[in-house]
């Protein structure tokens, strides 16, 4: 435990690392996901409520008896709208401004290790390498499991088995990342390592 701490102290002193930017602290950066998860709370919301609203049509507004069709249409637009939505709105966010909504609450912004602004390169490659802001639990309950419930109906074992192991990476991604960040000198998670980013105190 000890050998491990003069590493991790090594590291942090070595020229390489006294080059990044300032990291910002474990605490604000849960602070900032745990805001981001209560904003995609409320956009599944709305696109459940949408949803809803597409079945309803399809029922002449409950007057007839639903289809098969029309509950695997209300199953795939929560599936498919949900991250489809998220991912776009915070890759417009991350371009535009270097930070999601959570971050900007937290005060918190999204910054290549040698500088500069955010490329849509790296804002793509730290979205989808295995952001549990992606990648999450709510994601797996709210928009997994009912993609699932679809492919499962309509399309191959392989297609499937791909959906599931989606599911599966939602619900561990979020745990790698912790772990990741908290064995990392500069607080980086797996997706920040794979961007070359770091989380920074907006200025």
């Known amino acids: 435990m000890r050998s491990r701490s003069i590493n991790a102290q090594i590291a942090a002193d070595s020229p390489a ?5 300032d990291a910002a ?14 904003i995609f709370a409320a956009i ?3 696109i459940v409520v949408f949803a809803g609203f597409v079945l309803l049509l ?3 507004f409950a007057e007839q008896d639903a289809a098969d069709a029309d509950f695997y249409m209300f199953l795939a637009l929560i599936g498919a709208g949900t991250p489809l939505v998220w991912t776009l709105m915070n890759l417009a966010l991350l371009v ?13 912004r999204v910054e290549p290790e040698r500088g500069g602004r955010l490329s849509i390169w790296q804002a793509l490659g730290w979205w989808f390498a295995l952001n549990p802001l992606l990648f ?3 994601m797996a309950a709210i928009a997994g499991f009912p993609l699932a419930a679809v492919v499962a109906l309509l399309a191959e074992s392989v297609t499937l088995g ?3 192991s989606i599911v599966l990476l939602c619900l561990l991604a979020p ?16 997706h920040d390592r794979a961007a070359g980013v770091m989380i920074v105190p907006a200025a």
């Open 162 to 164: 791909f959906t599931i």
């Open 17 to 21: 690392a006294a080059m990044l930017p």
């Open 96 to 108: 535009t401004r270097g930070q999601t909504g959570g971050q900007y609450v937290a005060g918190l």
């Open 25 to 38: 602290s474990l605490r604000s950066r849960v602070g900032g996901y745990v805001v981001d998860m209560v």
């Open 136 to 138: 999450s639990w709510p």
């Open 44 to 46: 599944a919301m709305v």
């Open 58 to 60: 399809a029922t002449d």
């Open 175 to 190: 745990l790698a990342a912790l772990i990741a960040a908290l064995t990392d000198a500069h607080n980086r998670a797996l």
